[in-house]
């Protein structure tokens, strides 16, 4: 058929990665006409303007939610690392122990800044 697009698969998972990457690309570029005064153009629908306005309302729920998830992660790890062994095998919990962080030189935040970098492209 000549309307088939071969790109759209029966596979959830790969639709929905693919609308994770456009969603991104489109987030991304009404930042960019935001931060130069663009969102009024002519060629920018109100339709934009507002699943713009939505998706920043649901970026700022959504990164307020990690926040306290965060906290409370950071939170639970403090309250069982002040418990004694006996009351962590009652309460069937087990110590908290830190991963090992890798790259822990003088360049380590460089490298971690440009992996962002380039993930983004």
């Not at 935001?34 to 969102?39: D, K, P, V």
Request: aromatic letters at 4%; one cysteine or more.
């Amino acid at each position: 058929m000549p309307c088939y697009d071969h790109r759209i698969t029966t596979d959830a998972e790969a639709n929905e990665k693919a609308l994770h990457a456009r969603t991104d690309h489109l987030c991304r570029a009404m930042e960019a006409l935001q931060n130069l005064g663009g969102l009024n153009h002519f060629r920018v629908t109100a339709n934009m303007r507002s699943w713009w306005k939505e998706h920043k309302e649901d970026d700022a729920v959504r990164k307020k939610e990690d926040a306290r998830c965060v906290r409370d992660d950071r939170d639970r790890e403090k309250v069982i690392a002040g418990l004694s062994p006996r009351q962590r095998e009652l309460l069937g919990v087990r110590a908290v122990t830190r991963k090992k962080r890798a790259g822990r030189g003088p360049l380590a935040g460089r490298k971690k800044k440009a992996a962002r970098k380039k993930a983004r492209k």
